[in-house]
């Protein structure tokens, strides 16, 4: 029976591969970095802990993936997002630094600025989720 974590194994492995093609690295190139970041010189003898740290790595040195999804139909657009954020905000009393702190728990980006589209709807829904909480708290309040 195969393991229930190969398709994140492949999906790694493939990750790993296609950092090396957009960064240019020769085979040489990319065996030292192997060695370099984990001791070992294939990608398929690599742990979980492993692959991530070269993915890390890649990334560090300037590989960017390409987002394949397609945006959700009919979504927000990015301005709308953020002034649909801003509104949330503002009835929660909150500042921007607040929203800038979930971006970086949530995704580890340094501020809301930096979100793509899909992050941003998940920053309102959090943001949605946090408000009906609110409400349901206050005396005669309906979380509905």
Same mark, same amino acid.
């Given at each position: ?6 398709? %994140? ?23 030292? !970095?192997?060695?370099? %970041? ?15 740290? %070269?993915?890390?790595?890649l990334y560090r ?10 945006? @959700? ?8 997002? !953020? ?8 009835? @929660? ?5 607040? %929203? ?35 409400? @349901? ?8």
């Amino acid at each position: 029976m195969p393991s229930p974590f190969e398709p %994140v194994r492949i999906r790694e492995l493939r990750r790993i591969h296609t950092g090396k093609r957009t960064l240019c690295l020769d085979d040489d190139t990319y065996r030292d !970095l192997l060695e370099r %970041v984990t001791g070992k010189r294939s990608a398929a003898d690599l742990t979980a802990p492993q692959r991530r740290a %070269v993915i890390d790595e890649l990334y560090r040195l300037g590989f960017k993936p390409k987002d394949h999804r397609k945006p @959700a139909p009919g979504g927000l657009g990015k301005t709308r997002l !953020l002034n649909k954020i801003e509104a949330l905000l503002a009835d @929660a009393g909150r500042p921007w630094t607040y %929203v800038d702190g979930m971006a970086k728990h949530m995704f580890g980006l340094d501020a809301v600025a930096f979100c793509d589209d899909r992050q941003l709807h998940k920053i309102v829904a959090a943001l949605m989720i946090d408000q009906k909480r609110r409400q @349901a708290r206050q005396p005669g309040g309906d979380a509905a």
